[in-house]
């Protein structure tokens, strides 16, 4: 468990934020390990008057610490008004997947776009489809994507819809699928804890699946005033339907402003190493996209 907290002052900025101060962000990781390389997509923000989630990065690195981009998604290109975490997934044939989350113009409504690939540096989002489309009651985004005994398993952040001032309250959804398009539901795998620093919204950003279950990384708040600043926390369960969080506080914060350090990924890099990915708040208040090798 230790191997998976985050230490920010051992970390190091992996993609700097497009600009400075508040509503400025690089950050929601998703890596890939492949082939001596590191493969990573994230996403690049600017203040809800400049554009939102304005672009998905795909990019390659030979150490896992400077990448050099490969495409880049604007959200133009899906016909959305913000994108936010995305989803990079090596299939078992050797295939690639983004897995992009967009939100509905107008709307506080999210899916799940995906687009298929030889290469990484290849994908083309005009041959694309909607894998998680959700619907008027729940947006759906952040997905979580793993191969484990011959299935694909997938924990996403459900909002609700019915108030448009609720919209911020996340639990996380799990779901199966034989071919990692088409999904079957099978309920909340981790909800909001009342009274808890969890209360508000819980959001999986990474699991691993161990000898009698799986470990989660998820990010959490207890306020709607803590939206974009939520902080990590770990959850662990022998069905990956059925999490438990783990402790009564975050396990891993920024030591800036709002505290916000989340979207923990963690990646396998064949060698007996790790690398963890997340994003964090800097002093400015910007997010920046750091790592740490372990």
């Known amino acids: 468990m230790s191997a998976l907290v985050p230490r920010p002052e051992r970390s190091a900025v992996a993609v700097a934020p497009p600009g400075d101060g508040d509503g400025h962000w690089a950050g929601a990781p998703s890596a890939v390990a492949h082939d001596g390389a590191v493969?990573?997509?994230?996403?690049l923000r600017r203040p809800l008057d400049a554009g939102r989630g304005y672009a998905v990065v795909v990019a390659r690195s030979a150490d896992g610490e400077r990448f050099a981009p490969l495409l880049t998604v604007r959200k133009e290109e899906l016909g959305c008004e913000s994108?936010?975490?995305p989803a990079l997934v090596r299939t078992p044939d050797g295939r690639w997947r983004l897995y992009l989350s967009a939100a509905t113009p107008g709307t506080k409504h999210w899916r799940v776009e995906v687009t298929e690939a030889a290469d990484p540096a290849a994908f083309d989002v005009r041959d694309r489809r909607v894998t998680l489309p959700g619907d008027d009651k729940t947006g759906v985004k952040d997905p979580v994507i793993v191969r484990h005994g011959g299935r694909w398993h997938l924990w996403a952040s459900a909002h609700p819809l019915a108030d448009p001032a609720e919209a911020d309250q996340m639990v996380t959804e799990y779901a199966t699928s034989a071919d990692g398009l088409d999904w079957t539901w099978h309920g909340t795998a981790l909800g909001r804890r009342p009274g808890a620093w969890d209360a508000r919204g819980v959001r999986v950003s990474a699991v691993e699946f161990t000898g009698d279950g799986v470990i989660a990384a998820y990010d959490g708040r207890a306020r709607a005033a803590e939206n974009y600043e939520e902080r990590t926390g770990f959850a662990a369960g022998s069905d990956p339907a059925?999490?438990?969080?783990?402790?009564?506080?975050?396990?891993?914060?920024?030591?800036?402003?709002?505290?916000?350090?989340?979207?923990?990924?963690?990646?396998?890099?064949?060698?007996?190493?790790?690398?963890l990915y997340y994003e964090a708040t800097r002093p400015d208040g910007a997010h920046e996209l750091r790592t740490e090798l372990r």
């Open 39 to 43: 493969y990573l997509a994230y996403r």
């Open 242 to 275: 059925a999490l438990t969080a783990l402790g009564d506080g975050p396990w891993a914060e920024s030591a800036h402003r709002g505290r916000g350090l989340r979207y923990l990924d963690v990646v396998d890099l064949g060698d007996g190493r790790r690398r």
């Open 83 to 85: 994108l936010e975490r």
